[in-house]
Structures are given as structure tokens and as C-alpha cells.
């Protein structure tokens, strides 16, 4: 009887969670024309504070593999009215840049994942609501997750 309840429960639980995140998507507006929305939801963790989510934002194109690109742009945080969520928003990818190493002519193309230029993107880690992103057609969202050590340093 103790493990029927404890399923119906979870059940429950796990249904409350699952509205509850369709409902925090209701802030977010949908994409406008030429952009997409890009949604990351964040797993738990036991000191969130201790955590930095790293958002990275480019496009997998063919470059020569030896030389370092970048595109130029940036990652613009916004307020939702009414919400006081934050999205972000890349408005858009500019040119290309990139070192001038001389590369053999002959030397194949490759795939690469090239970012937007500039200091790592940083914000605060939070699970209990999702990262919202919107990002020109054919970008792709990255991120990583940073954690601090336990100890301190004097």
C-alpha cells in the first residue's frame, strides 16, 4: 500500500514539475521571422550558487583547419515584461574574422564550430528555470557548465 502511494505521489510530482515548466514558456515569446528559439533546461544541483552556465552561440562552417576564427556579435540579455525572466538574444552574426596564417592550398577543407568573438558569456546557474535563446536560423547554442572548487584561496 506504502509503494502505491509513493508512486502516486512521484506521479503527481513529476506532472506539477512538468506544468510548471510549460508554464514558465508561456513568458517567452515565440521566434520572429529568421530567428529560433533555443530552449536549455538545466539539470538540479545541490549548490546551484557554487555553479556558471557558459552560453556559446555560432555555425558549423568549412574553414582551412589551421587558422583561428570568430564571427563578430554578440549575446544581448533582455527583461520579459511582466516576468522578470531574462532570454538572449544573438540579433545577428557579423562578418567573420580570423588569423592570416598561410595555409597549403592543397590541404582539404574541414567542418568547425565557430563562435562569437569576445569574453566568455557568463550567467548565474539556476535548474528551476529554462535558458532561453534566440539565435538567427542555422546558429547553434553551446554551453558549459563551470563549478568552483571548495576551497578558498587568501
Given at each position: 500500500m506504502?509503494?502505491?502511494?509513493?508512486?502516486?505521489?512521484?506521479s503527481l510530482l513529476a506532472i506539477s514539475f512538468s506544468n510548471h515548466a510549460a508554464d514558465n514558456m508561456k513568458a517567452f515569446p515565440p521566434a520572429e521571422d529568421g530567428m529560433?528559439?533555443?530552449?536549455?533546461?538545466l539539470p538540479e544541483q545541490a549548490d546551484e550558487s557554487s555553479?556558471?552556465?557558459?552560453l556559446i552561440v555560432g555555425k558549423t562552417i568549412l574553414t582551412d583547419p589551421e587558422n583561428?576564427?570568430?564571427?563578430?556579435g554578440s549575446i544581448e540579455r533582455k527583461?520579459?515584461?511582466?516576468?522578470?525572466?531574462?532570454?538572449?538574444?544573438v540579433s545577428q552574426f557579423g562578418p567573420m574574422a580570423g588569423t592570416l596564417m598561410a595555409v597549403d592550398p592543397n590541404v582539404a577543407q574541414v567542418e568547425r564550430f565557430i563562435a562569437l568573438g569576445?569574453?566568455?558569456?557568463?550567467?548565474r546557474y539556476n535548474s528551476r528555470l529554462p535558458v532561453v535563446v534566440y539565435v538567427p536560423e542555422g546558429a547553434q547554442v553551446r554551453y558549459r557548465v563551470w563549478h568552483?572548487?571548495?576551497?578558498?584561496?587568501m
Open positions: 506504502q509503494k502505491v502511494i509513493l508512486i502516486v505521489l512521484a529560433v528559439r533555443k530552449v536549455l533546461q555553479f556558471k552556465l557558459e583561428r576564427y570568430f564571427f563578430a527583461t520579459i515584461q511582466g516576468w522578470g525572466f531574462s532570454r538572449y538574444l569576445g569574453e566568455p558569456y557568463l550567467i568552483a572548487g571548495q576551497e578558498f584561496k
